[in-house]
C-alpha cells in the first residue's frame, strides 16, 4: 500500500525593489509541516509577539531592524494610556476634572484609580509621569474636556499635546530618542505612534526619516540598536525551533543584477524568480522519494496592471496557477503536488509562516548583498552564503544525501544548469564568460551533479 503524501505549507515573500535593477532581489519561502502538534502555531505566533508586544501583528523585519520603532511605540504607549483614561474611566476622569474645576483637589481613591488604569497600559508600576497625575489633569483640563464632550472622537484627533508634552518622562534610552524626534522630525513621530497605537503598521518612509536622525553615533543610538538586534536574534531563535519540526528554507535571486530569466519570459522579474523558487522546492522535495502535497500561500504584492485601473494581486489572482503549471512540467515530477492557495489580507490573525517568510527574505537578501559585495574568493561563494544564511536565520539551507542546496538562480545560471543536464559542458562554459555571482554558478554545478 502506498504511503500516505505528507502535507506541508510553504509561506513564501520577497524583499528588495524589484522595479530598480540595480537593486538585490529575492523571493523566499520557509516551508513547515501542515499539521504540527496541536496549539504549536499559537504557541509560536504568542512568542514572536512578545518580542515586540506593543508592535501591530503581523510583524515585519525591515521595520524591525530601524530604531525607530522603539520610541515610536513608547509615543504609541502613551496614547493609548491617554485613551483609557479618557473613554474606560469617563467617569473617574470626569470626577476629578470637575473638583479641579472648582478648585478642589479630586478624591485619592479616584486619582489612585487613573494612575493604575494608566501604569497597566504601560506594563510598570506607575505610569511614566514627571509630574504628580493632578499636576497633569490640571495642565490639560481643557483638552480633556473636549474630548470627553465629544465621546466619537477619533484617535487622530487626539490632542497631541496630551501626550507629547514635558509632563511625560521616559526610562532610557528612550527619553534620548522621545524627545529627539519629538524637536527634529514631530510630524514623521506623531504619524508613527499614531499608526502603531491603532493597530496598523508604521510608513516606512517614515521610520527611515526618524532613524537617520536617530543614527548620529551617539551612546543612546547604540543602546537602541543592540535592543532592536535583540528582538531580530529573537525571531531568529524561534524559526530556528521549527527546523526539528522539519521546516526548511529556500530562496531564490538572481544570476547578477538583472539577469533573472529563464524561467519565465523575462517580463517579469518577481514571478521569474518565484518560479525558479518553486523548481528548486519540487527538486528537493523530489529527491525524498516520497510522496508531498504543498499548499502554497504566497505574501500578498500588490502591483500595478495596465489593464485594469487600480492595483491588483499579481500572482494570486492569475499568475500563481499558471507558475504551478510551468514548473510541473519542467520537473515532469510524479511525487510532489502544488496547491495554490488564496492569501487573506494581512491581520490580526495571520498566520506566523508569513512573518518568518518575511524575516527569511529580508535576512536572505542581506545575506547575499553581503557575499556579492565581499572580497572572498569566487571558489567558495556558496558555502559562505549558505553559512552566512544559517548563521542568520537559525536554518541551514541544504538537505539531502548526498546534500544539495535550497538556493537557486535565475537567468544565466538556470541557463548552465539546464545545458550541464543536457550535456553539453561546451556550450555551459561559453555561458560562464558572462559576469555571474560565484554561489548562483556554485549552485548550478552542484545540482548539475544530481
Not at 209 to 222: M, P
Not at 246 to 254: D, K, Q, T, V
Not at 397 to 404: A, E, L, Q
Request: charged share 30%.
Amino acid at each position: 500500500m502506498n504511503e500516505p503524501a505528507t502535507t506541508w505549507d510553504f509561506f513564501v515573500d520577497e524583499s528588495g525593489d524589484f522595479t530598480q535593477h540595480e537593486d538585490f532581489v529575492v523571493v523566499t519561502g520557509i516551508l513547515v509541516p501542515a499539521f504540527l502538534p496541536e496549539g504549536t502555531p499559537e504557541y509560536i505566533k504568542k512568542s514572536l509577539q512578545s518580542l515586540a508586544p506593543n508592535m501591530p501583528w503581523p510583524l515585519h523585519t525591515c521595520v524591525l531592524r530601524t530604531v525607530a520603532w522603539l520610541p515610536a511605540t513608547r509615543l504609541a504607549l502613551r496614547i493609548k494610556a491617554v485613551e483609557t483614561i479618557l473613554y474606560k474611566e469617563r467617569a473617574s476622569l470626569s470626577s476629578a476634572l470637575r473638583a479641579i474645576d472648582r478648585n478642589e483637589s479630586p478624591d485619592s481613591a479616584i486619582l489612585k484609580r487613573l494612575e493604575q488604569r494608566l501604569a497597566q497600559v504601560f506594563d510598570e508600576s506607575a505610569p511614566p509621569l514627571s509630574v504628580p497625575l493632578e499636576e497633569y489633569l490640571k495642565r490639560h483640563k481643557k483638552a480633556l474636556l473636549a474630548h470627553l464632550d465629544d465621546p466619537k472622537a477619533k484617535r487622530k484627533r487626539l490632542n497631541p499635546l496630551l501626550w507629547t508634552g514635558p509632563e511625560w518622562s521616559e526610562p532610557p534610552p528612550f527619553d534620548w530618542a522621545v524627545d529627539l524626534v519629538l524637536k527634529r522630525a514631530r510630524r514623521q513621530a506623531v504619524a508613527c505612534a499614531r499608526a502603531i497605537a491603532s493597530g496598523r503598521e508604521p510608513d516606512y518612509d517614515c521610520l527611515s526619516q526618524l532613524d537617520a536622525l536617530l543614527d548620529k553615533g551617539e551612546k543612546h543610538s547604540g543602546r537602541l540598536a543592540r535592543l532592536a538586534d535583540e528582538v531580530i536574534r529573537g525571531i531568529k531563535r524561534v524559526l530556528s525551533h521549527m527546523e526539528p519540526f522539519g521546516a526548511m528554507l529556500f530562496c531564490a535571486s538572481e544570476s547578477t543584477f538583472g539577469d533573472f530569466a529563464p524561467p519565465g519570459d523575462g517580463k517579469d522579474r518577481y514571478l521569474s524568480l518565484l518560479e525558479a523558487l518553486l523548481v528548486r522546492l519540487v527538486e528537493v522535495l523530489e529527491r525524498t522519494r516520497k510522496r508531498h502535497i504543498v499548499r502554497l500561500r504566497v505574501a500578498r504584492r500588490y502591483v500595478f496592471d495596465p489593464e485594469l485601473p487600480v492595483e491588483r494581486k499579481l500572482h494570486v489572482v492569475r499568475d500563481l496557477p499558471r507558475l504551478c503549471q510551468n514548473v510541473s512540467e519542467h520537473c515532469q515530477s510524479e511525487l510532489v503536488v502544488l496547491k495554490p492557495y488564496e492569501t487573506p489580507k494581512y491581520s490580526s490573525t495571520t498566520h506566523p509562516g508569513f512573518v518568518f517568510a518575511d524575516f527569511g527574505a529580508n535576512t536572505c537578501r542581506h545575506c547575499i548583498m553581503e557575499s556579492v559585495s565581499g572580497t572572498h574568493g569566487a571558489d567558495d561563494g556558496l558555502a559562505r552564503l549558505e553559512s552566512a544564511i544559517r548563521q542568520a536565520t537559525g536554518i541551514r539551507p541544504r538537505s539531502g544525501k548526498p546534500s544539495r542546496t535550497h538556493l537557486q538562480a535565475g537567468g544565466t545560471a538556470w541557463k548552465i544548469l539546464q545545458m550541464l543536464r543536457a550535456g553539453d559542458p561546451d556550450e555551459a562554459k561559453g555561458k560562464r564568460r558572462k559576469k555571474v555571482w560565484a554561489w548562483a554558478l556554485d549552485q548550478a554545478y552542484e545540482w548539475a551533479s544530481e
